[in-house]
């Protein structure tokens, strides 16, 4: 009888832990992006502290850099800044998601 109620314990406390809410993993994006206001930096090479620099105004949680031809996941994520630049790495235009 004492085990069996040990086990329906644990059983129940399982289910409530497995209900609780999940902190948002690391590395993913949660804030929002607006890339209006980054005109200015249109033409300048794609160097980190530029993108660095954009991210942050943008209010962005993560950036990356996307070049020509390059094979990109197409999941939105709304607090992800892209960088899209041209052959010799200058930045053609900033989009969110």
């Known amino acids: 009888m004492k085990k069996a109620l040990i086990v329906a314990v644990a059983l129940t406390m399982f289910v409530v832990a497995a209900c609780a809410p999940v902190a948002p993993l690391p590395g993913v994006p949660t804030g929002e992006c607006s890339a209006e206001g980054l005109g200015d930096l249109v033409g ?54």
Do not use: Q, W
């Open 44 to 97: 300048r090479i794609a160097s980190p502290s530029l993108v660095s620099h954009a991210k942050r105004r943008a209010g962005a949680s993560v950036a990356r850099v996307l070049r020509p031809g390059e094979v990109v996941t197409m999941e939105y994520l709304n607090g992800r800044l892209n960088v899209n630049v041209d052959e010799k790495n200058r930045v053609k235009s900033f989009t969110c998601g």
